[in-house]
């Protein structure tokens, strides 16, 4: 059952707009969610994270929205530049247990 | 500033064929992962290490063994490589255990199993 949850496999936005990916989960005990990038043949790197006590974290283009009623969160980039096309990774932890990712969404940023 | 190293980047192994994947770290990080990445599956948790001399088992152990015999070090083995077991290993490490403290990934093996 996964508990860390993208639905859409991909998503292309024109550069210069918003990108908005989006997550979901079941586990309404997690306390901390995080975005993870991933370019071809790298490593993923992580992006930015939201504790479950705010609603809000935002990091110069970046910025994650956490809707724990819906058991939502999103991450919005204003603008979307080239460098943004990649894997992104939603990820959701309790406590000490271990990180969960969903399955990832490719964004593609057309010119 | 090399963070975490894996070697090697390629591998192709024949089926029954073992072998040992490196993992480096050089952030004094206690904590330490092996995950495989597999086609619209994410990241799944292999085994993992609270520190040194430590092992622990993830979501998809099967097939696999680890040992962290060094702080630095964390190696994965398949003793006999099956098929199923083709697909990218990366391994990561943090500070901590949690969410609040990220974990830092290598670039990646790429393995094939024939």
């Known amino acids: 059952d996964q508990q860390v949850k993208q639905n859409s496999p991909s998503l292309s936005v024109q550069e210069g707009r918003i990108s908005i990916l989006n997550c979901d989960y079941t586990n309404s005990m997690f306390d901390y969610f995080l975005w993870y990038k991933k370019y071809p043949a790298e490593g993923p790197t992580f992006l930015i994270s939201i504790s479950s006590i705010k609603d809000k974290n935002e990091d110069g283009r970046f910025t994650v929205f956490l809707n724990k009623s819906a058991k939502h969160l999103s991450l919005h980039i204003v603008p979307s530049q080239p460098g943004d096309s990649a894997v992104y990774f939603c990820a959701a932890s309790f406590r000490d247990d271990k990180i969960i990712f969903g399955k990832g969404t490719r964004l593609h940023i057309l010119p | 500033n090399a963070g975490v190293t894996q070697t090697p980047k390629f591998r192709v192994l024949k089926t029954g064929q073992s072998m040992t994947l490196l993992c480096a770290q050089d952030?004094?990080?206690?904590?330490m992962y092996w995950y495989r990445q597999d086609p619209g599956m994410g990241l799944r948790l292999i085994h993992y290490?609270?520190?040194?001399?430590?092992?622990a088992k993830g979501e998809v152990p099967d097939g696999y063994n680890v040992s962290r015999l060094k702080k630095q070090n964390f190696l994965l083995g398949l003793e006999s490589a099956a098929p199923s077991q083709t697909s990218v290993y990366f391994c990561?490490?943090?500070?901590?255990?949690?969410?609040?403290?990220?974990?830092?990934f290598g670039d990646g093996t790429r393995l094939s199993i024939l």
């Open positions: 952030m004094n990080h206690e904590y």
């Open positions: 990561a490490s943090s500070y901590a255990d949690r969410g609040s403290q990220p974990q830092h």
């Open positions: 290490s609270v520190g040194e001399g430590t092992t």
